[in-house]
């Protein structure tokens, strides 16, 4: 079998997809993007492509190798996506080949369900407590929220408030039972994360996400002595390598993203790396339908997965939801919160290929929001 044609299509809301096509008819399917880099990914994916025609897509390590080592030059967001997209869809190419999933072809199965988590309030958050009442009478165990919006540099009293208020709120109305996660956004210095934590630690949140930006990760230590809060990171971060010094540093939850880690075969690196720290997996997904399936397919096959992020509803997706790309969509059919295991082969899924190609070329040139502090000057969004 030979790889023969390797396509991308940019569609609505923000997401980019590969098609891998083979001589013997199987195609496979994989999403490559860092969200508002879109057209710079898919660039980085047709010169991959170059090296990828005429090859057996079955010699997926050895690909993933050449992707990733090949030019000399190496790693950082736009070549690990591109490269991530790429593996995903070859193994999506293997498992149709061998008439399996891939979670079948990383060990098979660890669990029959896999528990999900839905996103509430937004990227200035407000109004949780509906956001949230809604989310638990979709039958969700868990929910994620942003901790604030642009946040001061040094916390003020009333910063502080807002954040534990918020807290306290998504508390109260999930009960002792459920969880609820925080993302920091990296728009906490190290300070603040310090002086916030201790105070969000009688709520018990389920983690707290990128309280410190990856290039502190050297702070991140110092973060987690802070409180008995779990912190969770792992987004922007691309790599075993980089994943190292943050997992040596204390976190409790690792979140690769399949989309930008590398794909399948570098997080389920990641996920063993970090099972040596005694660390949980929770993947990264805020994207569409095949990043979601390629994250289940870990899931279902790693002993220390935590649980799964979800885009249904998320913030970002205006005028597409995951939904629309896929025939079946039971696949993605949420029972109390928990997504039954996929049996379709390669990612379980079945991309429909007309919608994405009627799709291709209208999505919107998306770019996150950039934000000012007071003063005009730069502010992380
Ligand atoms: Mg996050």
């Keep these: 079998m030979k790889i023969t044609r390797v396509e991308t299509f940019a569609v609505p809301p923000r997401w980019l997809f590969c098609r891998i096509e083979t001589d013997e ?88 369900r896999v528990r999900a988590y839905s996103w509430v309030g937004g990227d200035d958050p407000a109004e949780i407590a509906d956001a949230v009442s809604a989310q638990v009478e979709a039958g969700f165990t868990a929910v994620k929220m942003n901790a604030c919006g642009r946040m001061n540099r040094l916390a003020t009293a009333a910063d502080i408030a807002a954040v534990v208020e918020r807290a306290a709120t998504a508390r109260e109305v999930l009960g002792p039972d459920r969880d609820f996660a925080m993302d920091f956004h990296g728009r906490f210095t190290a300070a603040n994360a310090r002086r916030v934590l201790p105070h969000l630690a009688p709520l018990s949140p389920l983690f707290v996400e990128e309280p410190v930006l990856p ?30 010094p943050a997992l040596q540093a204390g976190i409790a939850v690792l979140q690769p993203d399949l989309s930008h880690a590398g794909g399948i075969s570098e997080v389920r690196r990641m996920a063993s790396l970090a099972e040596t720290f005694d660390v949980l997996l929770a993947p990264h997904c805020p994207l569409g339908p095949i990043s979601l399936a390629a994250s289940l397919q870990v899931a279902f096959s790693t002993p220390n997965f935590l649980i799964q992020e979800q885009s249904i509803g998320i913030h970002y997706n205006e ?29 379980g899924i079945e ?12 999505a919107p040139d998306w770019h996150n929001p950039t934000w000012q502090h007071a003063d005009g000057s730069f502010a992380e969004w």
Excluded: N
């Design 25 to 112: 008819g199987v195609v496979g399917w994989g999403e490559p993007v860092v969200e508002g880099r879109a057209a710079t990914v898919r660039t980085a994916v047709h010169e991959l492509a170059e090296y990828l025609i005429g090859q057996d897509p079955m010699r997926i390590e050895d690909h993933w190798q050449m992707m990733t080592k090949g030019s000399f030059y190496r790693g950082g967001p736009v070549l690990s996506s591109a490269v991530a997209g790429l593996d995903q869809a070859l193994w999506d190419i293997a498992g149709k080949t061998l008439g399996v999933p891939v979670h079948v072809l990383l060990g098979g199965p660890v669990r029959e």
């Design 215 to 244: 290039e502190y990760t050297h702070r991140l230590g110092d973060t987690v002595a802070a409180s008995s809060v779990p912190i969770a990171t792992g987004e922007r971060l691309y790599s075993r390598t980089e994943a190292l």
């Design 319 to 347: 005028g597409a939801e995951m939904l629309d790309y896929v025939v079946d969509r039971e696949v993605f059919r949420f029972e109390e919160g928990h997504i039954r295991r996929p049996l379709g082969a390669g990612l």
């Design 351 to 362: 991309v429909d290929e007309k919608a994405v190609r009627e799709a291709d070329g209208i």
